[in-house]
């Protein structure tokens, strides 16, 4: 696939995914389009293109903040496809439900607004399997599909899976009756390697195993998906004729905490006496969860993961994903070279 000339907006440029997908569609033929909020760390994608031989010029940045009207205009003018990564995504959850709502959905309406009003054919939302899996109680049979949306009434969803349910609910909304279609990829937990020492919160948390940080490992288990595949996943998506307002889980498998312990101890035998073997047992947090709001959502995440449909990604868009094992080891080998983690 190659994309033409056509200019494409990308919100949230420096993320951890959003790097792969600015490479990706430079790669593929495209002009990028990169919103970011500091306009110094432009020079984060300039080095990345220079590494990967691609031309500084099929680049600009413009700054906009989710949370401001400023910049979205012009950032989607001229765009035929809009990319909109942007969203908190904190490594600590707020103690407030609502926190992270008005960035993630105020910022979706502001930059699928501005898509709509620019005439673009096209946006792609990263949004997330937490937008799709909470709240629907324990049923560990259960198999999660595009269909399937999170309950933001719930007690157990989090403040980020409440922000990523109600961007996309909004996002939808924004663009319903008009000529610019909707894609959403709702991604499962992202690891898979890094294109430079900036960590996301996913990297972090195999980061924070790697160095030691967690003695013990609590009884649970999430889908795991390369940022590779989701990086295909959505330039996938601009082009794809029948991708057009569909909902794509991508996700590459399961793993628990305690099997990624494992792959990474086996991947990196000299860090084999940092990593936890252990799980801890799950009775004082189904106790505390009596009391406690954070202890009930945990609670909620305890036992086997839940299990993804990811077949419509396959199928629609032609993915072939890389083992969860894949992404692991390639998250553990960049955080190594780029000296997050010391041996
Ligand atoms: P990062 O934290 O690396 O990227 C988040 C991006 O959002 C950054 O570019 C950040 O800008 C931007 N952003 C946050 N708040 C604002 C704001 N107020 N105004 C403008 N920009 C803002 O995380 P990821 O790359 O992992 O996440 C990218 C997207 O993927 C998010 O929508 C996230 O919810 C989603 N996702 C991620 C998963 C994962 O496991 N990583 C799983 C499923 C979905 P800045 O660089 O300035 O901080």
Not at 273 to 297: C, G, K
Request: with cysteine; proline share 6%; hydrophobic share 45%.
């Amino acid at each position: 696939m190659t994309l033409s000339d056509d200019m494409i907006l990308v919100t949230g440029c420096t993320g951890f995914i959003a790097k792969h997908i600015v490479l990706k569609l430079i790669e593929t033929g495209g002009r990028v389009r990169g919103t970011l909020r500091d306009p110094a760390r432009a020079d984060e994608i300039h080095r990345l293109l220079d590494a990967a031989g691609l031309p500084r010029n099929r680049f600009e940045a413009v700054v906009a903040n989710l949370e401001r009207d400023e910049g979205w205009r012009e950032a989607a003018r001229g765009c035929r496809f809009v990319l909109h990564t942007a969203s908190p995504f904190p490594a600590a959850q707020p103690r407030d439900k609502f926190a992270l709502v008005p960035p993630a959905r105020d910022g979706a309406v502001r930059a699928l607004s501005a898509a709509r009003e620019a005439g673009a054919q096209r946006v792609v939302m990263t949004s997330s399997v937490a937008a799709i899996f909470y709240g629907h109680g324990r049923d560990r049979a259960r198999l999660f599909t595009e269909r399937d949306v999170s309950d933001v009434g719930s007690p157990n969803i989090s403040p980020y899976a409440v922000s990523k349910t109600e961007a996309e609910k909004a996002a939808w909304d924004t663009l319903a009756g008009s000529s610019t279609e909707l894609v959403t990829i709702n991604p499962s937990l992202v690891f898979g390697p890094l294109l430079d020492a900036q960590l996301g919160t996913s990297a972090s948390i195999l980061r924070m195993m790697m160095n030691g940080r967690f003695p013990v490992l609590l009884d649970i288990g999430f889908g795991i998906v390369d940022v590779r595949d989701v990086a295909a996943a959505h330039v996938a998506a601009l082009q794809v004729p029948e991708a057009r307002g569909r909902r794509f889980i991508v996700s590459g498998g399961e793993l628990s905490l305690l099997q990624i312990s494992e792959i990474l101890a086996r991947e990196f035998p000299d860090l084999a006496r940092r990593l936890p073997r252990r799980t801890f047992p799950s009775w004082p947090i189904e106790m505390a969860a009596r009391v406690s709001r954070r202890a009930r959502m945990l609670a909620a995440e305890l036992g086997a993961p839940k299990r993804l449909d990811a077949g419509p990604a396959e199928v629609v868009l032609g993915l072939r994903f890389h083992t969860p094992e894949e992404a692991v080891r390639a998250l553990g080998e960049s955080l190594l070279r780029f000296d997050l983690v010391k041996r």
